[in-house]
C-alpha cells in the first residue's frame, strides 16, 4: 500500500516537473517575444493573449485532475495538520495574552516626590 502511494507521489512529482519545464519555456519565449514586441513597437495585448492561448493548449490538466481524484485521502490528513497548527497558534497567541491582560501598566502614575527630588 505505502509503495503504491510512494508510485503516485513519484509519478505526480515527474508531472509537475514536467509542467514546470514547459511553464518555463512559455515564459522564455514570452519574454523574448516582449522584447521583439518593444523593438517592432507592436501591441502587449497581442503577446499577452498569443502566451495564454499558448499556455492553455501547454498545460495538461487532465493528469492533474486524475492524480486528484485518486488521493483523496490527503485532503483529510491536510485538513487534521491546519485544523492542528491552528489549535496550537491559538494556544500560543493565548498564552501570549495573559501576561498582558494581568498588566495593570495603565493604572500606573509617575512618583512626583522623585521628580521633585531630582529637579532640587
Known amino acids: 500500500m505505502q509503495q503504491e502511494e510512494q508510485?503516485?507521489?513519484?509519478?505526480?512529482?515527474?508531472?509537475?516537473?514536467q509542467q514546470h519545464k514547459k511553464?518555463?519555456?512559455?515564459?522564455?519565449?514570452?519574454?523574448?517575444k516582449i522584447l521583439r514586441s518593444i523593438q517592432k513597437r507592436s501591441t502587449f495585448a497581442n503577446v499577452c493573449e498569443d502566451n495564454l492561448s499558448n499556455?492553455?493548449?501547454?498545460?495538461?490538466?487532465?493528469?492533474?485532475?486524475?492524480?486528484?481524484?485518486?488521493?483523496p485521502n490527503n485532503s483529510r490528513?491536510?485538513?487534521?495538520?491546519?485544523?492542528l497548527m491552528i489549535s496550537h497558534l491559538q494556544n500560543r497567541i493565548q498564552v501570549l495574552q495573559e501576561p498582558l491582560q494581568d498588566d495593570s501598566s495603565e493604572d500606573w502614575q509617575p512618583d512626583e516626590q522623585n521628580e521633585d527630588d531630582n529637579s532640587q
Open 77 to 83: 490528513t491536510g485538513q487534521n495538520f491546519l485544523q
Open 23 to 32: 511553464i518555463y519555456s512559455l515564459e522564455t519565449s514570452t519574454s523574448l
Open 55 to 71: 499556455l492553455n493548449k501547454v498545460i495538461d490538466r487532465k493528469q492533474m485532475d486524475i492524480y486528484v481524484k485518486e488521493k
Open 7 to 17: 508510485k503516485k507521489v513519484v509519478t505526480y512529482t515527474a508531472l509537475q516537473n
